[in-house]
């Protein structure tokens, strides 16, 4: 099974790892291959044309690593390998997009649980992959 785990570097991302540690046996088992994605907040457009492409581009590295070097940190601890990967954009968007390009198996995430009525104030990153992505999507509270 490929299994791609979408990271954001929150609480709800560690423990969404906690429980992947925990079941990996059941999620994939033997023989699955992992992939770790980060969807980094883009720079709004305007303020990116004051800046260099090579400036922009080690921003969004930078960022990329915060989140992703605690998540290498904790798969490595768990004995999970994984390849890691990010892109600038809209997270829903972007998780979605990765996982229907890599031709995953299986999305897994973590959710803030905000319920259905912050789901409607401030949208949720979750339910929007669950709208946008065409493979199976679990989602960890």
């Keep these: 099974m490929k299994i791609l785990l979408a990271v954001d570097g929150s609480e709800y ?8 540690a925990t079941h990996k046996e059941a999620l994939g088992g033997p023989g699955s291959t992992y992939a ?5 907040l883009p720079v709004p457009p305007h303020a990116a044309s004051f800046v260099s492409s090579a400036t922009l581009h080690g921003y969004y590295e930078d960022e990329a690593r915060k989140v992703l070097d605690p998540v290498r940190a904790l798969l490595a601890e768990s004995g999970i390998e994984a390849s890691f990967a990010h892109r600038a954009g809209p997270a829903d968007k972007e998780i979605a997009a990765a996982a229907a390009k890599g031709g995953f198996d ?5 959710s803030h649980g905000h319920g259905a009525l912050g789901n409607l ?3 949720s990153v979750a339910t929007k992959v669950l709208a ?10």
């Design 13 to 20: 991302t560690r423990r969404m790892l906690s429980y992947l």
């Design 36 to 40: 770790v994605f980060h969807a980094v």
């Design 106 to 110: 299986l999305v897994i995430m973590g």
């Design 121 to 123: 104030v401030l949208g």
């Design 132 to 141: 946008n992505c065409s493979v199976p999507v679990l989602i960890v509270r």
